[in-house]
Protein backbone atom coordinates (compact mmCIF):
# COMPACT_ATOMS: atom_id res chain seq x y z
CA UNK A 1 0.00 0.00 0.00
CA UNK A 2 1.35 3.07 -0.84
CA UNK A 3 1.04 7.09 0.18
CA UNK A 4 1.86 9.96 -1.84
CA UNK A 5 1.45 12.93 1.01
CA UNK A 6 0.83 16.70 -0.22
CA UNK A 7 1.94 19.70 1.86
CA UNK A 8 -1.57 20.46 3.35
CA UNK A 9 -1.51 17.39 5.55
CA UNK A 10 0.54 19.41 7.65
CA UNK A 11 0.37 23.25 7.21
CA UNK A 12 -3.28 22.98 6.63
CA UNK A 13 -4.30 24.51 9.92
CA UNK A 14 -7.81 22.46 9.51
CA UNK A 15 -6.38 19.38 8.57
CA UNK A 16 -3.35 19.83 10.92
CA UNK A 17 -5.40 20.14 14.23
CA UNK A 18 -6.08 16.06 14.17
CA UNK A 19 -2.13 15.66 14.39
CA UNK A 20 -0.91 18.37 16.52
CA UNK A 21 -0.96 22.09 17.06
CA UNK A 22 1.98 22.97 14.98
CA UNK A 23 3.37 21.62 11.74
CA UNK A 24 6.79 19.98 13.46
CA UNK A 25 3.90 18.21 16.51
CA UNK A 26 1.53 16.94 13.13
CA UNK A 27 4.78 15.62 11.29
CA UNK A 28 5.63 13.69 14.72
CA UNK A 29 2.38 12.27 15.45
CA UNK A 30 2.17 11.03 11.63
CA UNK A 31 5.51 9.73 12.05
CA UNK A 32 4.77 7.81 14.95
CA UNK A 33 1.73 5.86 12.50
CA UNK A 34 4.40 5.39 9.96
CA UNK A 35 6.58 3.67 12.24
CA UNK A 36 3.68 1.32 13.28
CA UNK A 37 3.39 0.61 10.01
CA UNK A 38 6.98 0.32 8.53
CA UNK A 39 7.54 -2.26 5.87
CA UNK A 40 3.71 -2.86 5.17
CA UNK A 41 2.64 0.69 3.77
CA UNK A 42 4.58 3.55 1.96
CA UNK A 43 4.73 6.71 2.25
CA UNK A 44 6.03 8.99 -0.63
CA UNK A 45 6.70 13.09 -1.18
CA UNK A 46 7.82 14.26 -4.78
CA UNK A 47 10.86 16.18 -3.66
CA UNK A 48 9.49 19.79 -4.06
CA UNK A 49 6.42 18.98 -1.60
CA UNK A 50 9.49 17.74 0.63
CA UNK A 51 11.25 21.20 0.35
CA UNK A 52 8.20 22.77 0.88
CA UNK A 53 7.22 20.76 4.07
CA UNK A 54 10.98 20.96 5.73
CA UNK A 55 10.25 24.89 5.68
CA UNK A 56 7.53 24.86 7.93
CA UNK A 57 8.55 21.90 10.21
CA UNK A 58 11.84 21.57 12.54
CA UNK A 59 13.75 18.81 10.78
CA UNK A 60 16.74 18.77 13.27
CA UNK A 61 13.99 16.92 15.54
CA UNK A 62 12.30 14.83 13.72
CA UNK A 63 15.35 12.97 12.48
CA UNK A 64 15.85 10.11 11.44
CA UNK A 65 12.58 9.19 11.73
CA UNK A 66 11.75 11.98 8.57
CA UNK A 67 14.38 10.31 6.45
CA UNK A 68 13.63 6.82 7.14
CA UNK A 69 9.89 6.81 6.69
CA UNK A 70 9.38 9.17 3.96
CA UNK A 71 10.90 7.96 0.61
CA UNK A 72 11.48 11.28 -1.70
CA UNK A 73 10.90 10.23 -5.54
CA UNK A 74 10.48 12.38 -8.58
CA UNK A 75 7.88 10.93 -11.06
CA UNK A 76 9.29 9.57 -14.05
CA UNK A 77 8.09 12.91 -16.29
CA UNK A 78 9.25 11.28 -18.99
CA UNK A 79 7.42 7.81 -19.65
CA UNK A 80 3.92 8.89 -17.79
CA UNK A 81 1.70 9.20 -20.38
CA UNK A 82 -1.74 11.49 -19.84
CA UNK A 83 -4.83 11.50 -21.37
CA UNK A 84 -5.32 13.78 -24.45
CA UNK A 85 -8.71 14.46 -22.93
CA UNK A 86 -7.08 15.86 -19.70
CA UNK A 87 -5.50 18.38 -21.53
CA UNK A 88 -8.82 19.44 -23.35
CA UNK A 89 -10.35 19.98 -19.83
CA UNK A 90 -7.28 21.64 -18.85
CA UNK A 91 -7.67 23.97 -21.49
CA UNK A 92 -11.89 24.36 -21.53
CA UNK A 93 -11.20 25.23 -17.76
CA UNK A 94 -7.71 28.04 -18.12
CA UNK A 95 -10.23 29.67 -20.65
CA UNK A 96 -13.56 29.91 -18.55
CA UNK A 97 -11.19 31.30 -15.77
CA UNK A 98 -9.82 33.91 -18.14
CA UNK A 99 -13.30 34.71 -18.66
CA UNK A 100 -14.09 34.70 -14.65
CA UNK A 101 -11.43 36.76 -14.25
CA UNK A 102 -12.28 39.19 -16.51
CA UNK A 103 -15.72 39.69 -14.78
CA UNK A 104 -14.13 40.29 -12.16
CA UNK A 105 -11.66 43.05 -13.10
CA UNK A 106 -14.24 44.60 -14.73
CA UNK A 107 -16.62 44.93 -11.64
CA UNK A 108 -13.68 46.43 -10.23
CA UNK A 109 -13.17 49.41 -12.83
CA UNK A 110 -17.03 50.07 -12.30
CA UNK A 111 -16.78 49.93 -8.58
CA UNK A 112 -13.89 52.21 -8.79
CA UNK A 113 -15.35 54.93 -10.85
CA UNK A 114 -18.24 55.08 -8.50
CA UNK A 115 -16.47 55.01 -5.08
CA UNK A 116 -13.35 56.77 -6.05
CA UNK A 117 -12.07 57.63 -2.07
CA UNK A 118 -11.84 54.17 -1.69
CA UNK A 119 -9.49 52.81 -4.65
CA UNK A 120 -7.11 50.92 -2.13
CA UNK A 121 -10.13 48.13 -0.52
CA UNK A 122 -11.54 47.96 -4.23
CA UNK A 123 -7.74 47.16 -5.76
CA UNK A 124 -7.54 44.33 -2.30
CA UNK A 125 -10.87 42.92 -3.01
CA UNK A 126 -9.84 42.72 -6.95
CA UNK A 127 -6.70 40.72 -6.03
CA UNK A 128 -8.75 38.23 -3.37
CA UNK A 129 -11.48 37.79 -6.04
CA UNK A 130 -9.55 37.32 -9.18
CA UNK A 131 -7.00 35.00 -7.19
CA UNK A 132 -10.42 32.89 -6.32
CA UNK A 133 -11.27 33.03 -9.72
CA UNK A 134 -8.83 32.13 -11.38
CA UNK A 135 -6.56 29.59 -8.88
CA UNK A 136 -9.40 27.86 -6.44
CA UNK A 137 -9.62 24.33 -7.98
CA UNK A 138 -7.38 24.26 -10.27
CA UNK A 139 -3.31 22.67 -10.27
CA UNK A 140 -1.84 25.73 -9.90
CA UNK A 141 2.18 24.93 -9.41
CA UNK A 142 4.71 21.94 -10.68
CA UNK A 143 4.73 20.57 -6.93
CA UNK A 144 0.62 19.81 -7.27
CA UNK A 145 1.23 18.28 -10.61
CA UNK A 146 4.39 16.42 -9.41
CA UNK A 147 2.25 15.01 -6.58
CA UNK A 148 -0.49 13.49 -9.18
CA UNK A 149 2.17 11.81 -11.54
CA UNK A 150 3.79 10.26 -8.82
CA UNK A 151 0.49 8.69 -7.68
CA UNK A 152 -0.08 7.51 -11.03
CA UNK A 153 3.29 6.23 -11.79
CA UNK A 154 3.54 4.12 -7.84
CA UNK A 155 -0.54 3.62 -8.79
CA UNK A 156 -0.77 5.22 -5.25
CA UNK A 157 -3.50 6.89 -3.06
CA UNK A 158 -3.01 10.80 -2.89
CA UNK A 159 -3.63 12.32 0.40
CA UNK A 160 -4.49 16.33 0.38
CA UNK A 161 -6.34 18.86 1.06
CA UNK A 162 -6.07 20.57 -1.78
CA UNK A 163 -9.51 20.82 -4.35
CA UNK A 164 -7.80 20.80 -7.59
CA UNK A 165 -5.02 18.40 -6.57
CA UNK A 166 -8.27 15.89 -5.69
CA UNK A 167 -10.33 17.16 -8.60
CA UNK A 168 -7.24 17.00 -11.07
CA UNK A 169 -6.30 13.17 -9.19
CA UNK A 170 -9.95 12.01 -9.91
CA UNK A 171 -9.75 13.35 -13.52
CA UNK A 172 -6.86 11.22 -13.84
CA UNK A 173 -7.89 7.91 -12.49
CA UNK A 174 -5.93 8.43 -9.26
CA UNK A 175 -6.93 7.46 -5.93
CA UNK A 176 -7.15 9.84 -3.23
CA UNK A 177 -8.19 10.66 0.62
CA UNK A 178 -9.25 14.11 2.08
CA UNK A 179 -6.53 14.99 4.40
CA UNK A 180 -9.00 15.52 6.62
CA UNK A 181 -9.78 11.94 6.76
CA UNK A 182 -6.03 10.72 6.95
CA UNK A 183 -5.66 9.74 10.73
CA UNK A 184 -8.64 7.64 10.96
CA UNK A 185 -7.38 6.24 7.78
CA UNK A 186 -3.78 5.34 9.88
CA UNK A 187 -5.62 4.77 13.06
CA UNK A 188 -7.61 1.97 11.05
CA UNK A 189 -4.58 0.45 8.94
CA UNK A 190 -3.08 0.55 12.36
CA UNK A 191 -5.72 -1.35 14.33
CA UNK A 192 -6.00 -4.15 11.19
CA UNK A 193 -1.80 -4.52 11.65
CA UNK A 194 -2.26 -5.64 15.06
CA UNK A 195 -4.80 -7.79 14.91
CA UNK A 196 -3.24 -9.29 12.65
CA UNK A 197 -5.44 -8.73 9.77
CA UNK A 198 -4.02 -7.92 6.13
CA UNK A 199 -4.30 -4.21 5.05
Do not use: C
Amino acid sequence: MRFVLDTSIFVNPEVRKKFGDNPTEAMRTFLGYAGKLFGRVEFYMPPGIYREVMHFVDGEELLPDIELYIIKKPPNVHDIKIPAFVVYELIDDIRRRIDKGLRVAEKAVRESVIETEDVDKIIQKLRRNYRKALREGIVDSREDFELILLAKELDATIVSADVGILTWAQKMGVRWIDAANFREVLEGLSERLTEGKNL
